[in-house]
Structure formats: structure tokens, C-alpha cells
């Protein structure tokens, strides 16, 4: 029987981590990724790449607490190997505050973090305008090198011949809900400030300051159905004046690169099977989108569940094949 062929539409850190458990998964499969931008041009180059996660409100918690689970593990494990440098993964502390005490004082999240605790009232004397706050050891990506890490793995995974990477020449139409998939814009800096060693998130989740290997990610904005790629002066000074009352700091900081990205965002992540039908031809799809803001935070986990939808996928086409040749 021929391998299975499996196209996967997108190569930013979902299409990628898809691909990549679908390989781990079916390896006898021949996986073509298409995308009309590849790294460093896709959205997931953009993103702050931490791992302190949303929450979806349409998907239950204890799903999305496996997600970030196996994520994190996964993440974690790369992190204490030989290839942390290469994969752009690291360990960072540091702290998530609030003006005002959140309804849930210990999120669902505590237990898979690394050490975990309610900020002392010492701590918070660093944030003057916060009256509560958690501290915890957490993981930061940067983006880029992760991207292609994921690249370079598919194709090792594949011996080099069973995985293509190309831009289709039109759009692809995948069977996606787009009324319910929405942009959300988000603007971020990244400056050269090496002396910031801890993250610190603002619990709104809008002003955050995430150091990475070499720079330090400074956010952010979220605009809903803005489509405006182009870097907006007044959001950046905005975005650095709150990143500065919480780190003052960084009114050091030199070398400021400016990024805009879009965010595919939705109510829930949609991950689900279906068979579409065109032209008499009955296609099974797997949908694994509209993570928003939050997809580094469970990108592994949302892989490795749509890559067993797709083995369920296959093994459903193989059983109709093995049936008609009887």
C-alpha cells in the first residue's frame, strides 16, 4: 500500500509542531507543509513566545491544562538538552502582578510551572502600583530559532525526502470557519537591554517584558479585528512607557525593533475531524487553529491531539481500501 500523503496548511509554530507530531505519530507518512509565508515572515515570529497561558473560554480547563502540560514537558525536556541553544529555549523567573487581587489567586496553571508562590509584600514593593502577585520559573521561546528548529526536525524526521516545504502559487481553501476566526493585532519591541534578567507580566496581560537569549521582548496591544500591519509610533512610545513603570530600568534600553503581527484568534481553538466534500471527492480534514495569543503555551499539546486525529484519519481511509479490494 502507497504512504499515506498528508498536507499540512500553515508553517508557523502550529503548522510546524503539527507536522512534526504527525511524523512522530504515522511515520510512514510523506507530509507536505504549505504556507505563503515561512520563518522569519509568519506570525509566530512575532509572538513573545512565553509559556504563561490564556484561557480559552470555550474549551474546558481540564483540556486546556493537558495542552500546557504537554507542552511544557515537552518544551522543558528540549530546554536540558544539547539543543536548547539551537532551539532558542530557556528557563526564565520572574513575576505576574496585579492592581487588584484576581478571583483566582492560584490559576489552573500553578502545578506544571516550577515553583510557584504568592508574591511576599517585599516583592511587591518593586511594583508600587501592583497589590498582588505571583511569582514562578516558567519557559520563553524565541521565536525564530524555534521555527526553524522545528524545520530542521520535520526534515531529519523525514531523512530529507519524505517532507516539502512550498508556497502554493494560490490560496488554499481548507474547509476554515472564517466567520469565526478573527485577527487580533499585536504590536511588540524588542530592545537590546541585557541587564533584564526576570520576566514581569502585568496581569491585565496587555504590558509584559519577556528576556529572551539575546533581546527583550516588550509588549504588547490586542486589537481585535485590526488589520494594520505597519508599526504604529504612538502604540510603541505607549508600549515602552508602561513597560517602564514596571521596569524603570529599561528607559535604558538601546537598539528598539519594532514587530506587528496578527494573531488567528477565536472564541476556542478549533480541533476536530471532518470529511469535506468537492467534486465528488470526499476529503478528510483535520482542524488544529485559532490559538490567538496563546499558542505557545499549548502548541504541543494541540499537535499531538490533531496528529491523532489524523492517524484515526488514515487508518479509517486504509480500512475503506482494504474493504473495496475484497
Not at 13 to 21: E, K, N, P
Not at 121 to 127: N, P
Not at 213 to 237: A, C, F, Q, S
Request: charged share 20%; net charge positive; glycine share 10%.
Amino acid at each position: 500500500m502507497a504512504a499515506p500523503k498528508v498536507a499540512v496548511v500553515g508553517a508557523g509554530l502550529v503548522g510546524l509542531s503539527t507536522a512534526l507530531c504527525i511524523a512522530e505519530t504515522c511515520p510512514s507518512c510523506s507530509i507536505t507543509v504549505l504556507s505563503d509565508q515561512f520563518s522569519p515572515n509568519t506570525t509566530s515570529d512575532t509572538a513573545a513566545g512565553i509559556l504563561i497561558p490564556h484561557t480559552y473560554p470555550g474549551t474546558p480547563i481540564h483540556v486546556q491544562k493537558q495542552w500546557f502540560k504537554e507542552t511544557f514537558a515537552y518544551l522543558f525536556a528540549i530546554s536540558n538538552s544539547a539543543e536548547a541553544s539551537e532551539a532558542g529555549i530557556h528557563l526564565v523567573s520572574g513575576w505576574q502582578v496585579f492592581k487588584n487581587t484576581p478571583k483566582e489567586e492560584i490559576p489552573f496553571w500553578s502545578d506544571i510551572v516550577l515553583g510557584f508562590r504568592l508574591m511576599s509584600k517585599a516583592e511587591l514593593q518593586k511594583f508600587p502600583q501592583h497589590q498582588f502577585g505571583q511569582a514562578f520559573t516558567t519557559l520563553r521561546c524565541d521565536c525564530p530559532p524555534y521555527l526553524l528548529w522545528l524545520e530542521k526536525r520535520n526534515i531529519c524526521l523525514h531523512m530529507g525526502d519524505a517532507l516539502t516545504l512550498r508556497s502554493p502559487g494560490s490560496r488554499i481553501h481548507t474547509g476554515i470557519d472564517m466567520k469565526k476566526l478573527f485577527p487580533v493585532r499585536g504590536q511588540v519591541l524588542r530592545v537590546h537591554a541585557p541587564w533584564v534578567k526576570n520576566f514581569i507580566r502585568d496581569g491585565d496581560g496587555l504590558t509584559y517584558i519577556f528576556p529572551g537569549i539575546h533581546r527583550v521582548t516588550l509588549g504588547g496591544t490586542r486589537e481585535k479585528e485590526n488589520w494594520n500591519l505597519t508599526p504604529d509610533p504612538g502604540t510603541t512610545e505607549d508600549i515602552f512607557d508602561r513597560c517602564c513603570s514596571l521596569e524603570p530600568s529599561l528607559r535604558g534600553a538601546q537598539d528598539i525593533e519594532v514587530k506587528v503581527g496578527l494573531r488567528p484568534s477565536r472564541q476556542h481553538v478549533r480541533l476536530q475531524r471532518e470529511v469535506l466534500s468537492q467534486g465528488g471527492v470526499k476529503l478528510p480534514v483535520v482542524h488544529n487553529y485559532g490559538h490567538g495569543g496563546g499558542g505557545f503555551s499549548v502548541h504541543r499539546g494541540t499537535a499531538k491531539e490533531a496528529a491523532r486525529l489524523v492517524r484515526e484519519c488514515i487508518a479509517a481511509l486504509q480500512g475503506s481500501s482494504s474493504r473495496a479490494k475484497l
